[in-house]
């Protein structure tokens, strides 16, 4: 085989066939292909794409890249989540813990944040002492004993991803269809479990902003984790505003305290009993969709699904007193109200600027080493279709520091669109996509 070749016969929208998907693949993770050959091929992919065979050549090649990791000591059904990332989006700590305490076995891998959406690492690190770099023995144990463990994704998981990923970051070829799903699935289906269910975000702060291309996107993931023997379906939500209304870590950990406790934001819990009934379905745990949603408010409303919280954050070496009493949370030390210039109705609020504002304030990481500040982040106080007065407060900036206080409330005053006549509430979730027999 020779990249030459594969590179010209890609750029004549030719398809590949599977072995030499492999051999490439395989040639790129060992440092035999080189980033310039590789990177051609990305662009040509982005010209010509892929076709379902070689979108399904090319995640297997990425998931055998590195270590499949053997879930078989797990008794029962593994289920996993994976959102596509978005702004507030804290549905991982709501959504797991009600499915552990419904004899689930959740065997989640997590990534951290990178850029303006936060990841579920970053916010369970809010809890002092609390760790995913947990061994596989203490993994499957948790499972087994608790209904749910968290664990960073190691370094050998679908390597062959990482790399080409790194690689399409700086040459503008991240957004072609077969190489994000591709590239998604890998690592799901390198991560060992049974049922994956997809949350693909579609609206401003998403990866996709038209539905038409989530529903392509969730479409082609849900075919590869089919293929793949795998219980799959995708439900696509709305990321047109920032999920419930707190952004940053300790004050999303604090928002999904409260979800926990019953008091969640309609929009968030929306999502959560979506995805949730889906797995409890695919799980064999429910008949039909309205028994797996009352299942789940009853496990909120009895307490359980908190107490099933507090029980995960001791077992992996965190302070659960903090579930109990939120105040204990590192605060900012100075916030800021962010008022309406005028009034009318919120027409939207812009979800990648909140995420922006966000990473103004230190919440965020700029490169993959970089630090955070837990403490900091945006409390919406109004959302979508709400009226709103002159001199109101649109949102309050947790800071700790004034001159990144002003930068964030510049990028929130921009993320709000004020206007005269109230919209429509758009549905949370709009499509479901399930495997096409
Ligand atoms: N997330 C991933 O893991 N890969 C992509 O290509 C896009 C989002």
């Known amino acids: 085989m020779r990249m030459y070749d594969l590179i010209q016969r890609k750029k004549e929208g ?81 959504l797991a813990p009600i499915l552990g305490a419904l004899g689930l076995k959740v065997a989640k891998m997590s990534g951290r944040g990178l850029g303006f959406t936060g990841g579920t690492i970053d916010k369970l690190e809010c809890f002092p002492g609390f760790s995913t770099a947990i061994s596989m023995e203490q993994f499957i144990k948790n499972v087994n004993s608790i209904g749910l463990a ?31 799903a591709g590239s998604i699935m890998s690592k799901k289906l390198a991560a060992g479990s049974d049922i994956i269910v997809l949350d693909v975000k579609t609206g401003s702060g998403a990866f996709m902003k038209t539905l038409k291309d989530s529903k392509k996107l969730a479409e082609t993931m849900v075919d590869i984790g089919t293929r793949a023997g795998k219980r799959v379906s995708a ?79 001791l077992a992996q070496g965190g302070e659960d007193s903090y579930v109990w009493d939120t105040e204990k949370f590192p605060k900012a030390a100075y916030e800021k109200e962010v008022c309406s210039k005028e009034k009318g109705f919120v027409t939207g609020i812009e979800a990648e600027r909140v995420g922006n504002a966000c990473m103004a304030l230190g919440g965020g990481r700029e490169t993959k080493e970089g630090s955070i500040d837990l403490s900091v982040g945006i409390v919406l106080k109004k959302k979508k279709s709400m009226a709103v007065e002159k001199g109101e407060v649109l949102a309050v900036v947790y800071g700790n520091d004034s001159e990144k206080i002003k930068r964030a409330e510049a990028q929130i005053c921009s993320a709000y669109k004020i206007g005269g006549t109230k919209p429509a509430e758009e549905p949370m979730i709009k499509l479901k996509i399930s495997p096409r027999i």
Not at 269 to 292: H, P
């Open 150 to 180: 968290l664990a960073g994704q190691t370094a050998n998981l679908a390597p062959g991803d990482k790399k080409l990923y790194a690689l399409r970051d700086v040459t503008a070829t991240v957004d072609q269809m077969s190489l994000i």
């Open 235 to 313: 439900i696509i939500t709305d990321m047109d505003q920032p999920l419930g209304y707190a952004v940053g870590n300790s004050l999303e950990v604090i928002e999904a305290i409260e979800a926990l406790s019953g008091g969640g934001p309609k929009d968030l819990m929306e999502v959560v009993y979506a995805l949730g009934a889906e797995m409890l379905l695919l799980a064999e745990k429910a008949e039909n969709l309205d028994i797996a949603e009352k299942m789940m408010v009853d496990c909120v409303e009895s307490g359980r699904a908190k107490e099933k919280f507090a029980e995960f954050i």
């Open 14 to 94: 030719k398809s590949l066939s599977t072995e030499e998907i492999r051999e490439m693949i395989r040639g790129y993770t060992k440092g035999v292909i080189p980033d310039y050959q590789m990177s051609a091929m990305l662009m040509a992919i982005c010209f010509q794409g892929m076709d379902d065979r070689e979108t399904y050549d090319l995640t297997m090649a990425m998931r055998d890249s590195g270590e499949i990791l053997d879930l078989s000591g797990i008794y029962g059904l593994k289920a996993d989540k994976h959102s596509t990332g978005g702004v507030g989006d804290k549905t991982t700590l709501v």
